[in-house]
Nanobody, 127 residues
Framework: QVILVESGGGLVQAGDSLRLSCAAS????????MGWFRQAPGQEREFVAS????????EYADSVKGRFTISRDNAKDTLYLQMRTLRPEDTAQYYC????????????????????WGQGTQVTVSS
């Protein structure tokens, strides 16, 4: 059983930065790929970024590429999402997830690829 807890969300203005954290407990996640997703009101949850077990490989949605950076600290069992130049359209509930079963890829972009999820943290960007 893995428990993921996100933090770091808040209300910011367009152009500001935020760093989200996702702390894992119950079982280490250091050997597994992880990801960030987000869901805006009335919309489906969408992929934001993913990272392989070591942190060497990353993948981003086109909408955040160049503005967001995913990283991890395996010693702390913590995943991060550094968000820069935030836009109103980045407003959403942000979720972290981990995939604890084997696969052929190093990073994953689909919800169905992950088996544990956090409860989310709200990010609101005002214009």
């Amino acid at each position: 059983q893995v428990i993921l807890v996100e933090s770091g969300g808040g209300l910011v203005q367009a152009g500001d930065s935020l760093r989200l954290s996702c702390a894992a407990s119950g079982r280490t996640v250091r050997g597994y790929p992880m990801g960030w997703f987000r869901q805006a009101p009335g919309q489906e949850r969408e992929f934001v970024a993913s990272i392989n077990w070591s942190g060497v490989r990353t993948e981003y949605a086109d909408s955040v590429k160049g503005r967001f950076t995913i990283s991890r600290d395996n010693a702390k069992d913590t995943l991060y999402l550094q968000m820069r130049t935030l836009r109103p359209e980045d407003t959403a509930q942000y979720y972290c997830a981990v995939r604890t079963y084997s696969g052929t890829r190093s990073t994953y972009t689909r919800e169905m690829d992950y088996d544990y999820w956090g409860q989310g943290t709200q990010v609101t960007v005002s214009s």
